[in-house]
């Protein structure tokens, strides 16, 4: 692709591509959620939380605390999740990483994993602890192999969002 | 490092507000999401139009991928068959055998119940089914165990309902939209299932953990009752679930409770079979429920009466013969637990 612009249509094209594609990517990411997998225990990482804290990490710039707000609520009418779930999570997941980015200089490719598995971490607490309000009396062992899964698949959601993020700014 | 003093943006004000209103929004939405946490908590079914509405647009999605992985697992199925042929074989041939001497057994049983039942007049209630759909799609990302299925409230699916397989019990319907419903499976931490061992009759509550296995919860305190390859099925108890639908098989142990594993498999099952609340009034108010006739006293035979087989041919004829009530574990469960 070529980094000159022709015309008002290119230019337009790569306002929407530098817009929307890290709101459309992490949407189609939420929608993996649809699969129809039905195992027996929580395994699969939540796909669209995954996507979310990768692109904030690489890009911290593109979004403020509240795009979290509007992905959670379709994360929650999505994958069926008390109405507010996500929300809660997500936005306080960005408030969070505004803090940890105050405080560290920088960031390198190891630190940015540490952060992550430290979020899927929480978030999987936080998703364990409302559903205990909400009744569902279980472990939190049982939560342990889809924390486990999702740390490891930080650095392949890590490629998939380089390489978005490369078309993103038209390279 | 300490953050810096000064974290504006720069001089311009517009930036700065901008990122000011941006956590005034990111913090007000924090709360109404606890607000919104507080409502679900509170009343589980409140937003259940959104949620509904959310449930019918996803489903087709999921219904359309269902039957790419349907093909995929049975390939590899297929290919692990292939290699297992011959203990497999024979593993079958023993298990037919049995299982063909435990259904002349269950032949017998089920004549007798019948003819028990005319004798009780008790007529079996309604167990016909709702519909019948397909299990589409699961929370497999949350510590829940939800399932979608493809049938809504168009099908005549309601809150509340049992949904069970060929094989089992899968679960009860949690949300219904017009053309999905989300299923509260009977491995959900949420899930309590009225259930007794077929053995020998020992009730309990079947509750989920989560991690696709059982919990079985006794109702007294001390040696647990329960043994490896122990059958349950619903007791019908609470209203819900109709009696006898199998539930789990009984795997082991973890310290005082016994653990057991479903029958059926949400992933296998190829349809879900929707059944009506066994007893509507269970789940309605108390002035809804019909008042139930009291039965007449029964006139049994001497208390010295055998077992039903033994009895003689005449006293089977007399309609005022009760053998249930002379021996009470064998007839409440006629068909035994297969030997591990």
Not at chain 2, 157 to 173: A, E, F, K, M
Not at chain 2, 226 to 240: A, E, K, N, P, Q
Request: aromatic share 6%.
């Amino acid at each position: 692709m070529s980094r000159i612009i022709h015309s008002q249509a290119d230019l337009a094209m790569r306002d929407l591509r530098l817009r929307y594609i890290p709101v459309v990517s992490t949407g189609l990411a939420i929608f993996l959620t649809l699969l129809p997998f039905i195992p027996s225990a929580p395994l699969l990482p939540d796909f669209g939380f995954l996507m979310l804290i990768t692109w904030r990490l690489l890009r911290p710039e593109i979004w403020t605390a509240r795009m979290a707000l509007g992905l959670g609520l379709l994360s929650d009418l999505v994958a069926g999740h008390p109405l507010g779930q996500a929300m809660l999570l997500w936005t306080a997941t960005f408030l969070v990483f505004d803090l940890v980015d105050a405080r560290l200089g920088f960031r390198d490719y190891w630190m940015d994993w540490l952060i992550a598995a430290a979020a899927l971490i929480l978030h999987a607490a936080g998703a364990w602890y409302i559903a205990l309000m909400m009744g569902s009396d279980v472990d939190f062992r049982v939560m342990l192999p889809q924390i486990g899964l999702s740390i490891l698949a930080y650095p392949i959601a890590t490629q998939i969002v380089v390489s978005l993020d490369r078309r993103r700014l038209g390279g | 490092m300490a953050p810096p003093a000064n974290r504006r943006p720069g001089h311009s004000r517009r930036a700065q507000y901008g990122l000011f209103l941006g956590y005034v929004v990111a913090v007000a939405g924090m709360i109404v999401a606890v607000l919104l946490l507080v409502i679900a908590i509170i009343d589980p079914r409140g937003f259940a139009a959104i949620k509904g509405a959310a449930l019918d647009a996803t489903t087709p999605a999921s219904s359309g991928g269902r039957s790419i992985v349907g093909v995929l697992r049975g390939a590899g199925d297929g290919i692990s068959n292939y290699f297992r042929a011959g203990s497999q074989n024979g593993r079958l041939q023993r298990e037919l055998a049995a299982a063909r001497r435990e259904l002349v057994k269950a032949h017998a049983a089920q004549a007798e119940n019948r003819r028990l039942l005319r004798l009780l007049h008790l007529g079996q209630t309604a167990q016909d089914e709702v519909t019948v759909a397909r299990i589409v799609g699961s929370s497999f990302d949350s510590p829940r165990r939800f399932a979608t299925l493809s049938a809504g409230r168009s099908s005549g699916v309601r809150i509340g309902q049992p949904v069970r397989s060929p094989d089992g019990l899968i679960g009860r319907v949690l949300e219904t939209g017009q053309w999905a419903a989300r299923v509260l499976l009977i491995t959900d931490g949420a899930s309590s299932v009225p259930v007794r061992s077929v053995r020998d009759g020992t009730p309990a509550l079947a509750a989920g953990r989560g991690d696709g296995t059982i919990e079985l919860r006794t109702l007294e305190v001390g040696a647990n009752p329960f043994r490896r390859g122990d059958i349950l099925v619903t007791s019908g108890i609470g209203g819900i679930f109709p009696p006898n639908i199998p539930v789990a098989t009984v795997t082991g142990h973890d310290g005082d409770t016994a653990i057991a594993r479903p029958l059926a498999e949400p992933a296998r099952a190829d349809f879900a079979i929707v059944q009506p609340v066994y007893q509507p009034a269970a789940g309605g108010s108390l002035d809804l429920a019909a008042p139930q006739p009291v039965a007449p006293p029964i006139v049994g035979p001497p208390a010295a009466a055998g077992p039903a087989r033994a009895t003689p041919a005449n006293r089977q004829q007399d309609p005022r013969y009760q053998p249930a009530l002379q021996q009470q574990p064998a007839a409440a469960t006629p068909t035994q637990a297969p030997p591990q």
